[in-house]
């Protein structure tokens, strides 16, 4: 029983309501110590239909399997058909897309496309601020175009941004907006944000473009 109200109450400190069941019974014999179900109580799956995830805790697994020793295990199992049905009910939003931040190259004296240190820093800056006002996440496009030579800090090449919106475009599913820095952004501390629906884009100060990225 010691290990039993230990589980119990690290339940309780977690906050996680439970009820406990004496007459649960899991239907594989190698269970030990706890077994546990969760329920919900949706009426799209029915009283008897409710457990939507079980499992226990089973040391003496390994040994049956054949292993030299009983190791600690636990382990569950959830009914993705059961989870699948609850989706309307919970009215689970769809997660917003993932924004890019586009890098505007400059061109170097060999006329190649480059970012340099500089300017891939603010572009990681646009991220961060992004990151702290929106709930969508945002990756940085970054990288060198096909049969380039780039040394490991090179910035050399970096494809032109039409190439990156055809990239990033051609993904499913594709982002509802994406944002734009380079050079200039960067010297007025401001981003691009454009619609892709839409293709209308507007450059904004970085510190306010909350309401641009999830309108």
């Known amino acids: 029983m010691r290990h039993f109200d230990f589980v119990r109450r690290g339940i309780e400190d977690l ?20 077994v546990w179900e969760m329920t919900c109580s949706s009426g799209l799956l029915g009283r008897s239909q409710g457990t939507i995830l079980a499992g ?50 400059d061109r170097n004296k060999d006329a190649k496309r480059v970012v340099d240190d500089e300017l891939y820093r603010y ?24 049969g380039s030579d780039s040394g490991a800090n090179s910035c050399a090449n970096h494809p032109q941004l039409g190439k ?14 994406v944002a734009i820095v380079g050079s200039n952004e960067m010297a007025q501390n401001t981003i691009v944000i454009r619609d892709t629906a839409t293709q209308d884009q507007i450059s904004v100060d970085i510190d306010n473009c909350k309401q641009y990225i999830e309108d």
């Not at 059961?82 to 890019?100: C, G, T």
């Not at 990156?164 to 907006?177: A, E, G, H, I, T």
């Open 15 to 34: 906050g996680i309501p439970y009820v406990l069941n004496n007459r649960l019974v899991r239907g594989l014999d190698y269970y030990q110590h706890t």
């Open 56 to 105: 226990g805790r089973y040391d003496g697994l390994t040994s049956i399997l054949g292993g030299p020793k009983a190791l600690p295990g636990v382990g569950w199992a959830a009914g993705i058909d059961r989870l699948a049905m609850l989706v309307p009910d919970m009215q689970i939003p769809h997660p917003m897309q993932p924004i890019p931040i586009l890098i505007i190259p």
């Open 123 to 146: 572009a990681m800056k646009a991220a961060n601020k992004i990151r702290e006002i929106s709930k969508c996440g945002v990756f940085v496009f970054y990288g060198t175009e096909s």
């Open 164 to 177: 990156q919106l055809s990239n990033v475009l051609s993904r499913s599913p594709s982002p509802r907006k």
